[in-house]
T-cell receptor
Framework: GEDVEQSLFLSVREGDSSVINCTYT??????LYWYKQEPGAGLQLLTY?????DMKQDQRLTVLLNKKDKHLSLRIADTQTGDSAIYFC?????????FGAGTRLFVKA | GAVVSQHPSWVICKSGTSVKIECRSL??????MFWYRQFPKQSLMLMAT?????????EQGVEKDKFLINHASLTLSTLTVTSAHPEDSSFYIC??????????????FGPGTRLTVL
């Protein structure tokens, strides 16, 4: 079946850039999403990209999509302690949206 | 953006009682809503897909008689945990699909409900 994989942890220093990577198997995915989950809260939609795009930038967030390699990344510029959270990659190719296991981002002051 | 609410945000109940959790899409209509369960430090586990006006579709291993789902309107779905036991304690999150918006079939999530069964 379809699968979405992410590394489990990422640790960065405050002010550095964070890059969270995601790979997926379903080549028919049309929309790809990044969600953020803070402790004890639901998932907050950060951004999404359509499969015919290579890049999308939104303030400190940059999403890169390599459709050939089925690789999606989220870059957070000037990472702050408030960015510490779990980041979920999700892909949607029709009725079902498949979520990755989430990457826990630690930001060291 | 689209807002999804859940109520209650947390609930403590005795073993054997039933608990109802509500999920509402506040500013859009959602023909499809999803119920997830999340254990501490783990990812989301999809429990069921709730379609307005029809029966929910449960994922393998999820007891439909244990977790009753009702999607009576385009803005409300409910999950009832029947005869709750301590092993049902978890964080339950709903999401609603906005099929009309520009972001494809984007799912918007509620804030979650933490259930503790004593």
């Amino acid at each position: 079946g379809e699968d979405v994989e992410q590394s489990l942890f990422l640790s960065v220093r405050e002010g550095d850039s964070s890059v969270i990577n995601c790979t997926y198997t379903d080549s028919s995915s049309t929309y790809l999403y990044w969600y953020k989950q803070e402790p004890g809260a639901g998932l907050q939609l950060l951004t999404y990209i359509f499969s015919n795009m290579d890049m999308k930038q939104d303030q400190r967030l940059t999403v890169l999509l390599n459709k050939k390699d089925k690789h999606l990344s989220l870059r957070i510029a000037d990472t702050q302690t408030g960015d510490s959270a779990i980041y979920f990659c999700a892909v949607s190719g029709g009725f079902k949206t498949i979520f990755g296991a989430g990457t826990r981002l630690f930001v060291k002051a | 953006g689209a807002v999804v609410s859940q109520h209650p945000s947390w609930v403590i109940c005795k073993s054997g009682t039933s608990v109802k959790i509500e999920c509402r899409s506040l500013d859009f209509q959602a023909t499809t809503m999803f119920w997830y369960r999340q254990f501490p430090k783990q990812s989301l586990m999809l429990m069921a897909t709730s379609n307005e006006g029809s029966k929910a579709t449960y994922e393998q291993g999820v007891e439909k008689d244990k977790f009753l789902i009702n999607h009576a309107s385009l803005t409300l779905s409910t999950l009832t945990v029947t005869s709750a036991h301590p092993e049902d304690s978890s964080f339950y999150i709903c999401s609603a699909r906005d099929s009309v918006g520009s972001g494809g079939d984007t799912q918007y999530f509620g804030p979650g409900t933490r259930l503790t069964v004593l």
